[in-house]
Structure formats: C-alpha cells, structure tokens
C-alpha cells in the first residue's frame, strides 16, 4: 500500500483546511485509515481513524466536533476535515493505514510522507 497526503498549508486560528490521502497498491477495503499528527518537539499522537469498509470513525478527545475523517470508495482516497483550527492543531499530518483497529501508532503498516499544518493566531 502507498499513501500520498496532501492539503496542508499555512491558515489562521478559525479556518478550515482538509487533507487527503490517496491509497493505492492494493484493495484497501480490510484496512483502517488513521490519520496522526507530531508537532516540533513532540511524540506522533492519534488524531482520527475510520474504518475503511464501514465508515466508522473514531476521534481523539482534543478535535472530536472540530475534525471530520471520511473516505471515498471510488476514488481510494481518505479524508481529515479540520474546522475552527487552533494554533495548537500545528504539526505535520499524517495519514496511515492498518489492518487491526487501533489508536497506536505502532500497528499502522503503511504511512504517508506527511503535509505540514501551520495555524496562525
């Protein structure tokens, strides 16, 4: 499995972006998308995951009601809907994908390269 993420940017505290991520190299209908974040100095924390078949999601308490992770079938693309950023949702992004569910980063099999998020206050 391949993931290209993007979407990224430089915004300031209130606006919205949404990142993508493009899975290819095989059938991604076993997997879980998660999508990580690790700020400068900081440990990769969870962010938000959905279940690839289902749609079922699953946030981290500090962006529940703000992000919104999604997919599209057709296209084998994940999304992470981010609303009234924050200064502190700066970090680089990434999306991965694992076959067990999890909020670990350790049992993500693939990952993307990561787009940097900057939120300006």
């Known amino acids: 499995v391949q993931l290209q993420a993007s979407g990224g940017g430089l915004v300031q505290a209130g606006d919205s972006l949404r990142l993508s991520c493009a899975a290819s190299?095989?059938?991604?209908?076993?997997?879980?998308m998660g999508w990580f974040r690790q700020a400068p100095g900081k440990e990769r924390e969870f962010v938000a995951r959905i279940t690839w078949s289902s749609g079922f999601t699953y946030y981290t308490d500090s962006v529940k009601g703000r992000f919104a992770v999604s997919r599209d079938i057709s296209k084998n693309t994940g999304y992470l809907q981010m609303n009234s950023l924050k200064p502190e949702d700066t970090a680089v992004y990434y999306c991965?994908?694992?076959?067990?569910?999890?909020?670990?980063?350790?049992?993500?099999?693939?990952w993307g390269q990561g787009t940097q998020v900057t939120v300006s206050s």
């Open positions: 190299g095989r059938t991604f209908g076993s997997y879980y």
């Open positions: 991965a994908a694992g076959q067990r569910v999890s909020t670990d980063r350790r049992l993500y099999d693939y």
